[in-house]
């Protein structure tokens, strides 16, 4: 299947900005869904995927044009999720967030807030799972090579988290077909 970013992407690798622009308006509401859901907040979220896009401009030239743009960006943005936790933990403890702008779409379209405290609390690899699967609508293959794991252990995360999840919000969690 060719890469429907291709174009975009071979002529940002050639310094057209507007190439560029093109593909973060193309990706940046599904960056922004999986960060926000992997690191519960809105702010952080927009940091994240900032930083993401950032290291995508900088590493275009690294791209391998055999993969998916789209799968390289969520690499990319899982791997700034992750540092964003990381710098979250090292950072004093601030006062409780003010509460979020209820014009945010985040907000408005997105799960409910007890889902998100639910999810939170779920270990990271079964949250990633779980968001990248049932949120975003990845396959199985797609998270497994987003992840560096084996489908067979992308399924058993989201099993596990899926199961964790209704442990959370008191309901029980019904095994899903494959995609």
């Not at 967030?97 to 945010?104: H, L, N, S, T, V």
Request: charged share 30%; net charge negative; hydrophobic share 40%.
């Amino acid at each position: 299947m060719e890469d429907p970013d291709g174009p975009l992407v071979a002529r940002a690798q050639k310094g057209d900005r507007w190439a560029f622009e093109q593909l973060v308006d193309r990706h940046q509401h599904r960056l922004f869904t999986l960060a926000a859901r992997l690191l519960g907040s809105p702010d952080d979220a927009a940091d994240a995927v900032q930083e993401a896009f950032i290291r995508a401009w900088l590493g275009l030239s690294s791209f391998r044009r055999g993969a998916r743009f789209s799968t390289w960006l969520h690499r990319i943005c899982l791997n700034a999720v992750h540092d964003q936790r990381a710098k979250r933990r090292t950072s004093p403890l601030e006062e409780a967030p003010e509460p979020a702008d209820p014009r945010d779409e985040f907000l408005a379209s997105e799960l409910s807030g007890a889902l998100q405290e639910a999810l939170d609390s779920l270990d990271e690899e079964y949250r990633a799972a779980v968001v990248l699967y049932d949120v975003l609508g990845c396959s199985y293959a797609e998270i497994a090579e987003l992840t560096g794991v084996a489908e067979g252990t992308v399924k058993s995360r989201i099993f596990r988290g899926r199961q964790r999840l209704g442990e959370l919000l008191g309901t029980s969690v019904q095994p899903q077909e494959s995609n």
